[in-house]
């Protein structure tokens, strides 16, 4: 049996739908109002577990046939929960051993969500039978079309230490290393100390004395991954056991650290986010794309769903401020130009009670004489007019490595420095997105070679296959970049002997001896940030033509780089460093190879992305007219380019064509602040083109 289509002939409209918090007499009114807003998708009953099943092995599905039936009715689709994200109060009185303990041994509380042990006999079988529970009922209803498994794996709880986890641990390790003298070679435990004689011995890395052994918790951040895949594992097969026809979900957190999505991308039939940028935030925008990017890259270019988003406040940080007017419909077709062929929110109908009553929602507390309610309805009937762009896809330039197992190592401590990771990876793909380049994320061990560009910040664990894949795009023509603390350790966290960089020194012609980390305040992990600028970090001046006359800024980082075959492009002019590469490039095979060893700030990281462009032969879209005061965001799919003002003034477009949403002549349209544009049709590009068959090239507008 082929699974059904996953998404209908306009995008999806809708979100989470939780009737059981209200009285019936009111869903009549929900139903009618989501007709009016063009709902046509809804997610049911992810909190529900507590009155889907009362009592061990008692199910009350009467009201779930009711609230079902009724969407049914309506015409609304439903994406069902299979309820298991928090586990009732009388499953953790009956199996307390699956409450979920921390590293430092405090076994949490129930009565709040997500109070389970992942690896927990008992909750893993409870959690298949509501399951198949749930699909033995409604697997047929007319009104299904998509399982949603869970939810927001490992958002409160990724990480168990309890001894059932202990447990899981052991066996994981033993089918990765088999013998216990392995696992010693690759923990090198002949430090400190640790030498194992067996499995037995071995527990999490719980509250230590002093560091723990970094390849341990290396390994206990993939397993808890794997873990929580298991718990996902083992409700699918239920679900396609049941219903072999139906789609699966779960829904993703855009860059969430504690999950490695790329293991998990290929078992989830539909890829589905939840994504909460801070409108307090003036980046947000520039982070989100990152996120999106990262969501159709994991599918591998297919259609994805955008499952959470806010209409206006979060509550869950300490000051909540609202999406500014316009705000929520930008944000939206920045999804839908990404490749999302669906636009859902937490929730339909704000709450009343509970502890995220001052969430915003689709309806909010004050009802349908509202700004949000307004905003709601004007996207749902803009996007039931989209149908045309429903599978189109978004085609990229550029591709940048992000690599979960190099996030986890690079942000522990023992380290010449512990860094944020993503502060490392947000900048290179913030700068591209402004120059108006679309970027696919890779793990960096897949084939690259269609790139034009290919951006690899530190790579801290590069495995042989990841040095292979980059080196082979630099041969091949791509103009490949490379950032500091790459190829510093393998994937057992050995330090690389001979020179730091691993199998990528023959690649750009350098090694590094020593890292030279500048004293001072650091980013740390948070937000997306996408500017190092945007703490007070240290900094060292750099000279080199490629950032102009002046010296510039490297922040935060130093090394001393040894050149074997390439040329240096800019200097380190003080410190200890002085004198010393700060930036290199060899011409490899049909491409380069640059090499960056310190960091930089927005306008030169910028910059040095340009060269990268000019060097691709890579024609950037630029389709308006003055862009000052922010960032415009400039996506093609399908034949249609969509330009996003997130800036804070107004825009003129210099492009030819319609605006979908408005059917004006795109020339010289005026898009203000928030406001969108869909313009088509726009000559398809193609993927992979290179310099000499570029085709989205589009003459610049004169300023
Ligand atoms: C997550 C959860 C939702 C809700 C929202 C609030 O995305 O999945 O249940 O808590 O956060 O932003």
Not at 549 to 573: K, L, M, Q, Y
């Amino acid at each position: 049996m082929t699974l059904r289509p996953a998404f209908a002939d306009t995008p999806w409209f809708g979100g989470d739908y939780n009737p059981e918090q209200w009285p019936e007499e009111v869903w009549e009114e929900d139903v009618e109002l989501m007709r009016s807003a063009g709902v046509n998708l809804v997610t049911v009953g992810v909190f529900a577990w507590s009155l889907l099943e009362p009592e061990e092995g008692r199910y009350e599905f009467g009201w779930l046939d009711r609230a079902l039936d009724l969407l049914h009715a309506n015409g609304v689709r439903v994406d069902l929960a299979t309820a298991t994200a928090a586990p009732p109060p009388w499953f953790s009185e009956s199996y307390p051993e699956s409450l979920p303990v921390t590293v430092d041994g405090v076994r949490l509380s129930p009565g709040s969500r997500q109070a389970y042990c992942p690896s927990s006999p008992a909750y893993r079988s409870a959690a298949r039978r509501l399951a198949r529970a749930l699909a033995e009922r409604y697997g047929s209803h007319p009104a299904v079309v998509m399982w949603h498994v869970n939810n927001e794996y490992g958002c409160h709880v990724s990480r168990c230490y309890c001894d059932e986890s202990a447990a899981s641990f052991r066996r994981w390790l033993k089918a990765k290393y088999e013998t216990i003298g392995s696992l010693n070679a690759a923990w090198g435990t002949a430090f400190w100390s640790q030498s194992y004689g067996s499995f037995e011995q071995i527990l999490p890395p719980r509250a230590t004395p002093a560091f723990p052994n970094p390849t341990q918790s290396l390994d206990f951040d993939r397993f808890s991954s794997d873990e929580l895949l298991a718990c996902f594992l083992e409700e699918k097969a239920v679900l396609r056991d049941v219903t072999p026809d139906i789609p699966v979900t779960t829904n993703f957190m855009g860059t969430f650290r504690n999950v490695d999505y790329w293991t998990w991308a290929p078992h989830v039939d539909v890829i589905s986010d939840d994504l909460y940028p801070d409108p307090a935030d003036p980046d947000a925008a520039r982070g989100a794309a990152l996120a999106r990017d990262l969501m159709r890259s994991l599918g591998r270019g297919k259609p994805w769903l955008l499952m959470e988003q806010s209409t206006a406040a979060v509550n869950m940080r300490p000051v909540n401020v609202p999406k500014a007017p316009g705000q929520l419909r930008a944000l939206s077709y920045q999804a839908i130009a990404r490749g999302a062929d669906g636009i859902c929110f937490f929730q339909w109908r704000q709450s009343a009670a509970g502890a995220e009553k001052f969430h915003s929602a689709m309806l909010p507390h004050a009802g349908t004489e509202t700004r949000i309610w307004r905003e709601v309805v004007r996207l749902g009937s803009e996007l039931g007019e989209l149908g045309d762009l429903v599978g189109a896809s978004t085609q990229a330039h550029a591709a940048l490595v992000f690599d979960w197992d190099s996030r986890w190592a690079i942000e522990q401590t023992g380290l010449p420095a512990t860094s944020n990771y993503l502060a490392l990876v947000a900048p290179w793909h913030a700068a591209l997105t402004e120059a108006g380049l679309t970027v696919d994320l890779t793990r960096g061990d897949e084939d690259l070679t269609a790139y034009p560009i290919v951006i690899v910040p530190s790579l801290f664990v590069l495995t042989d296959a990841q040095a292979k894949a980059i080196d082979a795009a630099a041969r091949a023509g791509s103009v490949v970049l490379v950032t500091s603390q790459t190829g510093v350790v393998d994937e057992n966290l050995h330090a690389r002997l001979g020179g730091y960089l691993g199998g990528l020194q023959q690649t750009l012609g350098v090694w590094i001896e020593e890292f030279w980390p500048l004293g001072g305040a650091w980013a740390r992990p948070g937000a997306i940030p996408v500017a190092p600028e945007s703490t007070v970090a240290p900094t060292v001046r750099v000279r080199g033509s490629v950032f102009g006359p002046e010296a510039i800024d490297g922040v935060e980082w130093s090394e001393s780089v040894h050149v074997r075959d390439a040329t240096v492009r800019a200097v380190f002019e003080e410190g200890h460093l002085s004198g010393w590469p700060a930036l290199t490039r060899k011409a490899h095979g049909a491409g380069a190879a640059w090499y960056l060893a310190t960091r930089l700030g927005r306008r030169d990281t910028a910059a040095l992305v340009a060269q990268l462009i000019a060097e691709s032969g890579v024609h950037v879209r630029t389709p308006f007219i003055d862009g000052e005061g922010g960032f415009v965001e400039t996506v093609q799919r399908g034949d249609t380019l969509f330009v996003i003002n997130h800036g804070t003034t107004a825009v003129t477009l210099g492009e030819e064509g319609t605006d979908l949403l408005s059917n004006a002549d795109s020339l010289g349209l005026v898009i203000e602040p928030q406001g969108v544009a869909l313009i088509a049709p726009m000559e398809a590009c193609l993927a992979g083109f290179r310099a000499t068959d570029s085709v989205i090239a589009s003459a610049p507008m004169p300023k």
